[in-house]
Structure formats: C-alpha cells, structure tokens
C-alpha cells in the first residue's frame, strides 16, 4: 500500500478510523502494563489520535510518528500546541511539553529514535497494513524497541473476504506469527462488536471481533 493513499485519505478527510475521545480499551487495559509516569509511550502511525493526548494528560511522554502533514497540523491546532520544530535524519519534529510528534515514515526510525521508549500503543497501525508490510512493519520496527518495552496491541479479526481493508483483519495466529519470536504475546480481551459497527455490518460482513493483546519484548 503506497504512502500516496493515506496522504489522500487525510486529503480527502475520508479518516473514519479517526475517534473523537480516547480509545475505550486502552483506557481499560492500560493498567495491565504496569507503567510508570513519566515513562515513554511510542505511537506508530498516529494520525492526529487523541491517545496522545490522554498518555500525555496522564503523565506520560510520547513519541508519535505520522506520515500525514495534514494530520500533524490538526492535531497541534486541535490542541493548542505552540510546538518547538526541529529537522532529523528521521523527519521534522514538533515538540511541546511531553509530546514529540514526528513527520515521517516509521520505516525511516532507528534503534536510536526508540531507545527510550519503554512502551508501545498500536491501535490503528498493524491493521492499516496489508499482509506484506505488517511482516514488514513487525520484523523491521518493532524489534528496534528496547529489551523489556511492553505493549498493547488493539486488532480486528473479521473474514477477510467479506471486505476489503483497511482496516485489515489480523487473527492470533497472524499476530502470533509475526511476534512470537521478540515478544510475549498474551491476549487480554476478545469481544464480539458486530452490532456496535453497522458500517462493516452494512458491507456484508457477518462477524467482527476486537482484541487486545499484552506484549512484553524478550
């Protein structure tokens, strides 16, 4: 999937799997990591998500990556933000208080740029991919994570064939499959949230699943 389509999607405003307040299950399930404030969370494919805010709100610092100017731009003018702006080898960076957003492309950071995270949020990023760049995505920016960063991983699981993604359907084998090797994968949560999404409903999709899974990186 090129970046030109989701540079056109924030063009377009065509963003349905933005959310106007924080993400319920990570709200519910956050807990489970154990963090401490003050730690440091790292958001993939952040889009103008108002889990930065909240991380932030709670205490947390946050590393933020977005492909999107546009994105980037609505979430500091959404906010308020008068953001300190710098250049890198990883894109230009917008720091204000314990938030750091960057604009570039994820596949472009380092070990370096996430050395000091202790903490992954993935709610909206694994799924946004077709299969080849999620392996991708797992096998080349998640091991650059530090030994011992946990994580909670948000994902859906729908047949695959009653519609096409994004977002994408990724079962626990998949998920598994991808991160068994680095990371202890335990699921925390299955739910059953066809009736609470009549649009995929509405597409002809018959069974939608969420789950959420607790990783820590060996």
Known sequence: MHPDFWLQRWQDNQIGFHQDKPTPLLLKHWPALGMPVGAKVFVPLAGKSLDIAWFASQGYRVLAVEL????????????GLLPEVSES???THYVAGGVEIIRGDAFALDAEALADCSVVFDRAALIALPPELRRRYAQE???LLPQGCRGLLITLEYPQREKQGPP??????????????????EVLERRDIIEQQPSFAAEGVTALDTVVYRLVRR
């Open 141 to 143: 920016i998640y091991p």
């Open 89 to 91: 080898r990883y894109g």
């Open 168 to 185: 994408f359907s990724v079962t626990e084998a998949e998920v598994r499959e991808l991160f068994d090797e680095h990371w202890h994968v």
């Open 68 to 79: 999107s100017q546009l994105a980037v731009d609505q979430f500091i003018e959404e906010h």
